[in-house]
């Protein structure tokens, strides 16, 4: 898909691939065969796990985070430092999923880019890669 769509020819014979995924497929499997369908596989599955990982474990940092500040803050008063109902709104809820999300995806970005490398770099020959 990334390749078809880095493929901006005017005309189809100026195109590298103008069948379509028909050709990207041939091509690969003509220069690397099976092994180079599944280039760049394994940096996609670690990037998920990190992804995830920083996403899931973010948010639920964040929102601790949050409600051990409110309990704690030197605003609020004494009884209601006591108060067991720590539930976060609905916007502290939002902007702590937006943080995350954006801190995460930032984090990540590095290991997309050598992903999508990777697989660009598939049915190329060796010299080329």
Known sequence: RTRLAMDVGATKETRLYPRGMRDVFL?????????????????ALSGVMVYRALHLGGYDAVKTEI???RRYSEHA?????????MSLTMSERFAAAQIVSIV?????YPIDSVRRRLMMQAGQ???ER
Not at 29 to 43: A, L, N, V
Not at 104 to 108: E, H, N, P, R
């Open 67 to 69: 409600m051990h500040r």
């Open 125 to 127: 020959p060796l010299d």
């Open 77 to 85: 008063p004494r009884e209601a430092a006591r108060t067991t109902d």
């Open 27 to 43: 091509g690969i499997w003509k220069s690397d065969g099976i092994k180079g369908f599944y280039q760049g596989y394994g940096i």
């Open 104 to 108: 995460a995806g930032t984090l990540c």
